[in-house]
């Protein structure tokens, strides 16, 4: 059976989300559940080449294990592992721990430098972290998966490093404490000017000290230069959080009103849950979508199994379990709606123009250390 390690942080039970447009809407109500899964077991699509029945028969020799070490919860991995293991059921054991952004690669860093790691996969959505650990040698296994010429150009992130999902930021906030919804930063910071003083130390904002925070906001900064000035009157009101549970738990308590660049996946499942008190919207002056990066560790201990796992996330049948896991599709085909979400939607509801996909590229130090201080300055920090 699959193993579940503890999870390093919690957001709440394994519940199915809200569809996209319905938590763009802030609705409330828990979405219908979506159908079954259809899998193909055993079966690989028609388009893989003749040879690839030596990986599955190598897989099957590496004993039914496979290990991840990611920055993903346990309810997003739900359906993906018991659609993996539907389709190759001598999958017995999966673990699957939910580490830091930045951890998953100081931890396997570590023990590859002392050639006793047991990660097979690493996935994170840490870009700079990611660009770093890709830029060095003997890290990731090459690996060219049958899925990429299915996928849109952006779906390879670097050498032998495939998106798993493509999760968009968000606005979070509290209904019964902020009397207007906002649309995007402009909207956020027109509605707090109304009354600033009120407002001071209620929004919060994702620490840029830490990988994710710093390439989301240094993305739509990126894309958006003139979004400065709305920063300038928000960020003094703002305080930082490391991560987007942290960000949900305490707008839902109040000890926010408002939160902006909170990640959509964990957001979901907690709007679902909150009778309408928390609801989240897309930014009509730029969304980030976030890349959630997955590759092969240079010396997995079961790399045959590891491949058919990336080529089954790539796949149609994978991606419809990475949606129904509350994280974001983007591979043509997956239908949104009941608990679904995909990157299509998303274009759909803020315009191509304002979809910001955030690149997995090494930013320079200085470039890091003078955006830092920028936006460090108004928070008083």
Same mark, same amino acid.
């Given at each position: 059976?699959?193993?579940?390690?503890?999870?390093?942080?919690?957001?709440?039970?394994?519940?199915?989300?809200?569809?996209?447009?319905?938590?763009? @809407?802030?609705?409330?109500?828990?979405?219908?559940?979506?159908?079954?899964?259809?899998?193909?077991?055993?079966?690989?699509?028609?388009?893989? $080449?003749?040879?690839?029945?030596?990986?599955?028969?190598?897989?099957?020799?590496?004993?039914?294990?496979?290990?991840?070490?990611?920055?993903?919860?346990?309810?997003?991995?739900?359906?993906?592992?018991?659609?993996?293991?539907?389709?190759?059921?001598?999958?017995?054991?999966?673990?699957?721990?939910?580490?830091?952004?930045?951890? =998953?690669?100081?931890?396997?860093?570590?023990?590859?430098?002392?050639?006793?790691? $047991?990660?097979?996969?690493?996935?994170?959505?840490?870009?700079?972290?990611?660009?770093?650990?890709?830029?060095?040698?003997?890290?990731?296994?090459?690996?060219?998966?049958?899925?990429?010429?299915?996928?849109?150009?952006?779906?390879?992130?670097?050498?032998?490093? %495939?998106?798993?999902?493509?999760?968009?930021? &968000?606005?979070?906030?509290?209904? &019964?404490?902020?009397?207007?919804?906002?649309?995007?930063?402009? &909207?956020?910071?027109?509605?707090?000017?109304?009354?600033?003083?009120?407002?001071?130390?209620?929004? *919060?904002?994702?620490?840029?000290?830490?990988?994710?925070?710093?390439? =989301?906001?240094?993305? +739509?900064?990126?894309?958006?230069?003139?979004?400065?000035?709305?920063?300038?009157?928000?960020?003094?009101?703002?305080?930082?959080?490391?991560?987007? @549970?942290?960000?949900?738990?305490?707008?839902?308590? @109040?000890? %926010?009103?408002?939160?902006?660049?909170?990640?959509?996946?964990?957001?979901? !499942?907690?709007?679902?849950?909150?009778?309408?008190?928390?609801?989240?919207?897309?930014?009509?002056?730029?969304?980030?979508?976030?890349?959630?990066?997955?590759?092969?560790?240079?010396?997995?201990?079961?790399?045959? *199994?590891?491949?058919? +796992? =990336?080529?089954?996330?790539?796949?149609?049948?994978?991606?419809?379990?990475?949606?129904?896991?509350?994280?974001?599709?983007?591979?043509?085909?997956? !239908?949104? @709606?009941?608990?679904?979400?995909?990157?299509?939607?998303? =274009?759909?509801?803020?315009?191509?123009?304002?979809?910001?996909?955030?690149? %997995?590229?090494?930013?320079?130090?200085?470039?890091?250390?003078?955006?830092?201080?920028?936006?460090?300055?108004?928070?008083?920090?």
């Amino acid at each position: 059976m699959t193993t579940f390690h503890p999870t390093f942080r919690a957001i709440g039970a394994a519940v199915l989300a809200l569809g996209l447009l319905t938590a763009c @809407g802030g609705g409330g109500e828990a979405a219908k559940a979506p159908p079954a899964n259809p899998i193909a077991a055993g079966q690989v699509p028609s388009y893989y $080449p003749s040879a690839y029945s030596q990986t599955v028969e190598a897989a099957k020799k590496e004993g039914g294990t496979l290990t991840i070490y990611s920055n993903t919860d346990q309810e997003n991995w739900a359906p993906i592992f018991r659609d993996f293991q539907k389709k190759y059921p001598w999958v017995t054991k999966i673990a699957a721990n939910n580490l830091d952004s930045d951890e =998953v690669f100081q931890r396997l860093l570590s023990e590859q430098a002392t050639g006793n790691s $047991p990660a097979d996969l690493a996935v994170s959505n840490a870009a700079q972290a990611w660009a770093d650990f890709a830029a060095r040698p003997g890290t990731l296994l090459e690996y060219a998966s049958p899925e990429k010429g299915k996928l849109p150009d952006f779906a390879e992130l670097l050498p032998n490093v %495939y998106a798993m999902s493509m999760d968009p930021l &968000s606005i979070a906030y509290n209904t &019964s404490l902020l009397p207007e919804k906002p649309t995007g930063l402009k &909207s956020l910071a027109a509605i707090l000017a109304k009354d600033p003083a009120q407002y001071k130390n209620k929004i *919060t904002t994702r620490d840029v000290s830490g990988a994710f925070g710093f390439t =989301v906001s240094h993305a +739509f900064t990126e894309a958006r230069p003139d979004s400065w000035t709305s920063l300038q009157s928000i960020l003094p009101l703002a305080r930082p959080e490391t991560s987007s @549970g942290t960000q949900l738990e305490k707008i839902t308590s @109040g000890e %926010y009103v408002a939160g902006f660049f909170v990640s959509a996946a964990p957001a979901y !499942p907690v709007v679902a849950k909150s009778g309408g008190l928390l609801a989240i919207s897309f930014l009509d002056d730029g969304t980030v979508a976030l890349p959630r990066g997955i590759g092969i560790a240079a010396k997995a201990p079961h790399p045959a *199994t590891a491949k058919l +796992f =990336v080529d089954f996330v790539l796949s149609q049948e994978g991606q419809r379990a990475v949606a129904e896991g509350g994280l974001t599709s983007y591979r043509d085909g997956v !239908p949104a @709606g009941d608990g679904l979400h995909t990157y299509q939607e998303l =274009v759909k509801s803020v315009g191509e123009a304002n979809v910001i996909v955030a690149k %997995y590229a090494k930013v320079p130090d200085a470039q890091v250390k003078s955006f830092t201080a920028k936006w460090n300055g108004p928070l008083g920090r």
